[in-house]
């Protein structure tokens, strides 16, 4: 998990600022939840939430800060509370985040369209 100061550089070198507002907000439960404080904001309806209350510019930031600290991936709600659950591995470096995408794939190349 990257600390507050490299998700402010990381901020400040794509976007020019550091949005420290929003790091702060993204991370608030960590002394309470620990790493599973990331499926209470670090999840596309957290962008969201930061969009509206601070525009365009800040929802960027969150989504720099959470691609950092879930693999390089914006996760829906749902996926949040499973890789706060899970952990990190449950991400896997391509990107697929879970056995719907594997079945997807798989689907893909053998032409079955039944829903798993």
């Given amino acids: 998990m990257a600390s507050f100061d490299e998700h402010c550089e990381d901020c400040i070198r794509e976007l020019g600022k550091p949005y420290p507002e929003v790091h702060i907000w993204l991370d608030e439960f960590f002394k309470k939840l620990g790493p599973k404080h990331r499926d209470v904001r670090h999840h596309t309806g957290g962008v969201e939430e930061v969009r509206k209350a601070w ?11 959470i691609r950092k600290d879930c693999r390089g991936v914006i996760p829906s709600e749902e996926q949040a509370q499973m890789f706060s659950l899970f952990g990190p591995d449950i991400i896997p470096p391509d990107g697929r985040t879970f056995l719907t995408d594997e079945c997807d794939s798989d689907n893909e190349k053998t032409g079955d369209k039944n829903e798993h």
């Fill in 55 to 65: 525009g365009d510019e800040a929802a960027k930031a969150a989504q720099i800060h």
